[in-house]
T-cell receptor, first 114, second 110 residues
Framework: QKEVEQNSGPLSVPEGAIASLNCTYS??????FFWYRQYSGKSPELIMF????GDKEDGRFTAQLNKASQYVSLLIRDSQPSDSATYLC??????????????FGKGTLLTVNP | DVKVTQSSRYLVKRTGEKVFLECVQD?????MFWYRQDPGLGLRLIYF???????EKGDIPEGYSVSREKKERFSLILESASTNQTSMYLC?????????FGPGTRLLVL
């Protein structure tokens, strides 16, 4: 059973701080990793994806991947109250073809305090 | 931009009713997915489809069926709605691994 674990939070940070969200996964063959943001009552929206070890930056967001440790994280710099949401980590299986399923973590609730 | 739409944002049904939830995507994606999301349980995959008329069970298919007669449309059917199917239902589509979600349907079964 593939598992994706996230700290459920809530993670509370002050406005302007760096928020660090973490995710571990069990399937060593996973190759694609995704971060989704979900506002209360809304559907998940894709923020970033990462395939290679190391860092990937997009504006205030940085995804970090360490396949050896089976660990992926999302850093949000200069956090804003509008970043307050649940962040879902998702990981692919190690087979492609007709089976493009993702396994989702349960999400971390982030609260950014003004 | 990818657009995934769902037929209803809110739905109230009675126990025993047959319920249809529809999802339409406009990006010619091969893959479509139905999830339900409940507090503390996260997103759980009900069914997915990788081509027209092709479907596979997800993690919690019991009490549900699906239909994909056209590439752009994927329907979730609750054969006989029960109160434990009260939930947020999310549809997603993808070309490969990146999934794009519809706005969701919040279903209440009384």
């Amino acid at each position: 059973q593939k598992e994706v674990e996230q700290n459920s939070g809530p993670l509370s940070v002050p406005e302007g701080a760096i928020a660090s969200l973490n995710c571990t996964y069990s399937d060593r063959g996973s190759q694609s990793f995704f971060w989704y943001r979900q506002y209360s009552g809304k559907s998940p929206e894709l923020i970033m994806f990462i395939y290679s070890n190391g860092d990937k930056e997009d504006g205030r967001f940085t995804a970090q991947l360490n396949k050896a440790s089976q660990y992926v994280s999302l850093l949000i710099r200069d956090s804003q109250p509008s970043d307050s949401a649940t962040y879902l980590c998702a990981v692919n299986g190690n087979s492609g073809g007709s089976n493009y399923k993702l396994t989702f973590g349960k999400g971390t609730l982030l609260t950014v305090n003004p | 931009d990818v657009k995934v739409t769902q037929s209803s944002r809110y739905l109230v049904k009675r126990t025993g009713e047959k319920v249809f939830l529809e999802c339409v995507q406009d990006m010619d994606h091969e893959n479509m997915f139905w999830y339900r999301q409940d507090p503390g349980l996260g997103l759980r995959l009900i069914y997915f489809s990788y081509d027209v008329k092709m479907k596979e069970k997800g993690d919690i298919p019991e009490g549900y069926s699906v239909s994909r007669e056209k590439k752009e449309r994927f329907s979730l059917i609750l054969e006989s709605a029960s109160t434990n199917q009260t939930s947020m239902y999310l549809c997603a589509s993808s070309l490969s691994w990146t999934q794009y979600f519809g706005p969701g349907t919040r279903l209440l079964v009384l």
